[in-house]
C-alpha cells in the first residue's frame, strides 16, 4: 500500500479484497451488454408490464437493483439503475460485473458548468476530474481518470450518424453536490470541465480496474454556470427517453 498523510492517497491495488461481488453475484442468464440507466422513469416505461425479464437482483439498505433483460433489435441487453453517487453506483456496477456483463453504456444527467450548454444537450465524456472518493480505491491518485478513447469514438459516432449534436470533453465527478461553491465551479470550467456529476470517474476507474469496456452519455440537466442555480426542470426533459435509446445502440455497437 502506497504511504501518504491522506488517506485517499494510500492506494492498495492488492486483490482479492476481503469481500469480493463475486461472492454475492447473481446467476441467470445475464447478457453480456448492458445499459447502465440514471432514470428510474425510463427504466419502468422500457421494462414494465413484463416487456423485460428479471434476470439478477442486487439488495443494498436503500432498495433492490434489478438487472432486466431487455430484447431489442439485434439481440438483448440489460438494463439497471445503478443509485446515485459515487460508492453505491460502483458497488452496484461491479456486482454486475461479477454477474456477467461485460460491455456497458451509461446513460444520465449532468449539471452544465459552461455558459451556452443547452438542455438536452449531450455530452460524452474523454475524461472526469477525480473530485470523489469511490475512485481512488480502484487507481493510483491522480487528478483525472480517461475514458477509453477506442469507446468514447464509437458513443461520438453513433450520435453523429444520427444527427444528435453533442459535445465531447471533460466532466467533473463531486461526492458534494451542496458544496458546489462559486469558486470551485469557476476552477473546474477553467481546466476544461463541461459538466459536473456525481458518479463518472469512479465508473471510469472500476472499468480499468476490471477489464470491462464502458463508456457514458451525459445530457446537460441543471444550469451551474451562472450566478444562481437554474434547475431547468431537467427531471422532466424528453431528452431522458432518447439518451437511454442512443445508449442501447452504442452498447451493441461496442
Known sequence: MTASDFPLAEFDGNSPALIEPAAIAATGDVPERAVVCFFRDVIDEVCGDGRAEVVAETTWESGVHRLYRLPV?????????????????????EEMIASGCRT?????????????????????????????????????????????????AVLSAVLAERDVPHVVGKTWTTD???????????????????????????????????????????????????????????????????????????????
Open 73 to 93: 433489435e439485434g439481440g438483448h441487453v440489460g438494463v439497471f439503475h445503478p443509485g446515485v453517487g459515487a460508492p453505491l453506483a460502483s458497488g452496484v456496477l
Open 104 to 152: 456497458f453504456v451509461a446513460c444520465g444527467g449532468a449539471g452544465a458548468v459552461i455558459p451556452g450548454l443547452a438542455l438536452g444537450h449531450v455530452v460524452v465524456p474523454s475524461s472526469a476530474v477525480r473530485d470523489e472518493g469511490t475512485s481512488y480505491h480502484y487507481l493510483p491518485a491522480s487528478r483525472e481518470v480517461a475514458a477509453d478513447p477506442a469507446v468514447t
Open 176 to 254: 458534494a453536490p451542496y458544496r458546489e461553491t462559486h469558486a470551485r465551479i469557476a476552477a473546474r470550467r477553467a481546466e476544461g470541465c463541461l459538466t459536473v456529476e456525481m458518479e463518472t470517474a469512479a465508473f471510469f476507474a472500476v472499468a480499468r480496474h476490471r477489464s470491462v469496456t464502458f463508456g457514458q452519455y451525459l445530457y446537460a440537466g441543471d444550469d451551474v454556470s451562472g450566478g444562481e442555480w437554474d434547475s431547468r426542470q431537467w427531471q422532466t426533459s424528453s431528452a431522458r427517453r432518447d439518451l437511454f435509446w442512443l445508449a442501447v445502440a452504442a452498447v451493441l455497437r461496442l
